[in-house]
């Protein structure tokens, strides 16, 4: 039996479930061969309740969401958040620094009434996750890496260590010795240093490595002179929902 | 007495999360409403205090599907705000990436999220065995997109490489030259996607709504990401003055805001660009609408998707020309110069979905004081409705199926970006 898959969003840019099938023709026949997509709104209307392997795209911002993410999960055997909305909150959790109702006030005025918000969250924060698709948006590669490990069950293997290491495997000249600022050193890696190598800086899409404290690379920052304060600003604008503290010493 | 009530949740097919509902007692029409469900992301909040080397990268994240048309529109708004002036070859790259981003879209549109509509499937899934061909091509389109836009930005969905005054990185020469002789095979394509399009055409419900058409005008160009704001009821207005234009208010079924100008809505995107333009298409996409039996002013929203073919055909064509260009004056490493200064700026482009706007003011440091951002698809969903309201009562003799489906069509046919109109 092919396993059959749904593809969920919530609160997003739908930018992570577009990319996801931005594959050469063979990889999408392949794919297609190889599952039953049952449920993805973006693109097909019949949709079905019933379904092994659920991507979920997007953080919960309201309510309403928190009940039916706790359908699919119940629904779900394998439940996998796609893209930084939905492993970190990503920039979604950027509002959270603002009291909702001066939000609502701010952007609707008069009208606020009409909708509700709550701060933003990951999908972690209200169901167990089984496994992540990092990056905003996710690559490609990435996406088709994960796909296959969980097709043959086993589970993906994504990196543990900081962008840094890759973006000195491809030969770049360090963001820091450039004088600019980069979230890279406490940054996971796994998308090869993508915007570094690019001619900009990392802002952090992939999330935290697992112990930004102790990493090695930690020390890229007491080189410069400069502290995770220092970065913080940047670092907000993917990693506000995770605690900061983390890699506060 | 006989009572219809037609409610489609979460309608397919389209970006975000909007519903239809319709009521008619006795077959005369009660309400029919579209309703825009989707979750608010406080975008212009969130770019509150952000410096302007992470603007675009925040407000990138307004929408997937556009994600170059809101870098553009934000770097360009930046870039009004500081008087910084692009150098030819930064905006002949910018243009370039732009068409990146029509190609994409359109195919996307029109041979993913409409075609299954006339060819009787529930999504491009079964097509892969039906119109196999079609839909090998459609694929084909689509990563020469995304290819074109990865040599230029690093990658398509939330472009890396452009920033304010100009490019972090210039793109391989090779890879430009390689790229070009696929755009100048996939032209080949065009005459099959314009065959297909006009195959099915004839389907397509005859319903006409005048109304007042919105779009970018520019005195040199069929303009993406140029010239002012022009209304087919007369008249053009600076960027700086959107607001007569969009008037924006909010209504109590829809999370997005509503706009409205003069008459009781207005239309924007491909369509709009259409009738107030067609004259300064480039040769192949004149021939092509010709083709296609198409002739400005159209007044039936259906015809959308036929104006997104041919600006395909356009965009594709501009595609090759730029490169041309670029290729025969060479690339050239330049600097970046960027002062920041206290100020509002305000950038305006033809996202494949309509003009859309992003007005910031800056203190002295490059931080944002407050930001505004007007969505394409914010702008027609009171078209849509006006639209509804017009439409419903014409076809309420028809099976409810019909009815369902035609309503349905209307809303796909305005390829709406419905999360983005949240934002
Ligand atoms: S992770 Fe990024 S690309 Fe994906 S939905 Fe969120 S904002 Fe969009
Ligand atoms: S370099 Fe940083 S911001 Fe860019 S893709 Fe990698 S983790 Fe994300």
Redesign the interface.
């Known amino acids: 039996m092919r396993p059959k898959v749904a593809f969920f969003d ?10 996801a099938l ?4 063979g990889e ?2 392949g794919l ?1 061969g190889a599952v039953d ?1 049952v449920n ?8 079905s309740d019933d379904y092994d392997i659920a991507f979920i795209e997007g953080s919960i ?2 309510e309403s ?1 928190i009940p039916r993410i706790q359908a699919i999960r119940n629904q779900a055997k394998v439940l996998v958040a796609l893209g930084a909305c939905a492993c970190t909150g ?3 959790c ?2 959270n620094a ?1 009291p909702m109702e ?2 609502l006030k ?6 606020a009434e ?2 509700n ?1 709550i701060p933003a969250r990951p999908i972690s924060a209200v169901v167990p996750v089984d496994a992540y698709i990092r990056g ?2 996710p690559t490609t590669a990435e996406f088709v890496k994960v796909v296959k490990s969980l097709l043959l069950s086993k589970r993906p293997d994504i990196p543990n260590y900081p962008v840094c290491t890759e973006c000195r495997m491809a030969g770049n000249v360090c963001v820091f010795q450039r004088g600019g600022t980069c979230i890279g050193p406490v940054t996971r890696g796994g998308c090869e240093a ?2 570094v ?4 800086f990392c ?1 952090g899409c992939r999330g935290l490595v697992d112990d930004p404290n102790t990493n090695s690379e930690k020390d890229i920052l007491a080189r410069y002179g400069l502290t995770i304060d220092q970065i913080l ?2 670092f907000k ?1 993917y990693n506000s929902y995770s605690e900061v503290s983390k890699c506060q010493s | 007495m006989s009572e219809l009530k037609i409610k489609v949740n ?1 309608l ?5 999360h909007g519903n239809i509902h319709l009521e008619a007692t006795d077959g005369k029409l009660d309400r029919v409403l579209w309703e825009v469900t989707e ?4 975008f ?3 770019l509150k205090g952000r ?1 302007y080397d ?1 603007v675009s ?2 407000s990138s ?5 556009c ?1 170059i048309s809101h870098t553009t529109a934000s770097l360009q708004a930046t870039e009004s705000a500081f008087g910084v002036k692009l150098t030819e070859q930064a905006w002949l790259l910018r243009k370039l990436l732009y068409n990146a981003e029509m190609l994409e879209s359109h195919v ?1 549109h029109v041979l ?2 409409i075609a ?1 509509d006339f060819l009787g499937a ?4 079964p097509l ?1 065995a039906t119109h196999g061909d079609i839909i ?1 091509m459609a ?2 389109l ?2 020469l997109a ?1 290819n074109l836009a990865d040599i230029l ?6 472009p ?2 452009p ?1 304010v005054g100009g ?3 210039l793109p391989d020469i090779d890879e430009l030259k390689a790229i070009r002789e696929r755009l100048e095979k996939a032209m080949e394509d065009m005459d099959t996607m314009v065959a297909v399009v006009k195959s099915v055409a004839p389907m397509i419900p005859d319903f006409q709504r005048p109304t007042e058409y919105i779009a970018l005008k520019d005195s040199k160009e069929y303009s993406f990401i140029t010239g002012k704001i022009a209304s087919s009821d007369g008249g053009t207005f600076p960027l700086e003055d959107y607001k007569q234009i969009t008037n924006e208010f ?1 209504v ?1 079924h829809s ?1 997005a ?1 509503f706009a409205k100008h003069k008459r009781d809505s207005y239309m924007v995107g491909a369509l709009s660009r259409f009738n107030l333009n067609s004259e300064q298409l480039l040769p192949k996409a004149k021939k092509a609408a010709k083709e296609l039996g198409i002739k400005a002013p159209i007044h039936n929203p259906f015809f959308i998707s036929v104006a997104q073919t041919v600006e395909t055909v356009h965009a594709m064509e501009d595609a090759i020309n730029i490169i041309d260009k670029l290729l025969a004056r060479g690339l050239h490493e330049e600097e970046v110069k960027v002062k920041p200064r206290a100020g509002r700026g305000v950038g305006i482009v033809e996202a494949p979905r309509g003009i859309l706007i992003h007005d910031y003011t800056y203190d002295e440091s490059g931080n944002i004081v407050s930001a505004n951002c007007i969505i394409p698809t914010g702008q027609n969903h009171l078209s849509i409705q006006k639209d509804f309201d017009a439409l419903a009562p014409t076809i309420l003799d028809k099976p409810e199926d019909e009815i369902r489906h035609t309503l349905e069509m209307l809303v796909r046919a305005y390829d709406p970006c419905i ?2 109109s949240v934002h």
């Open positions: 919530f609160t997003s840019c739908e930018g992570c479930q577009l990319d931005n594959l050469e023709v999408l026949l297609l997509i993805f709104r973006e693109i097909k209307t019949d949709r911002t309201k969401e990503g920039i979604n950027m509002k603002y001066d939000l701010g952007v609707y005025g008069e009208c009409y909708y918000t905003c948006p993508l915007c190598s690019a001619g900009r802002w600003e940047r604008i | 979460q397919t097919r389209v970006e975000g979750s608010p992301r406080f212009e909040w969130m410096n992470d990268t925040i994240r307004i929408c997937g599907i994600s996307l993913f999220l299954p529930d999504s491009v899934i892969v090998v694929v084909r689509k990563k995304y930005a690093g990658r398509k969905t939330h890396i490489t920033i490019w972090s990185k909010c109590p999370s805001k999360s983005c």
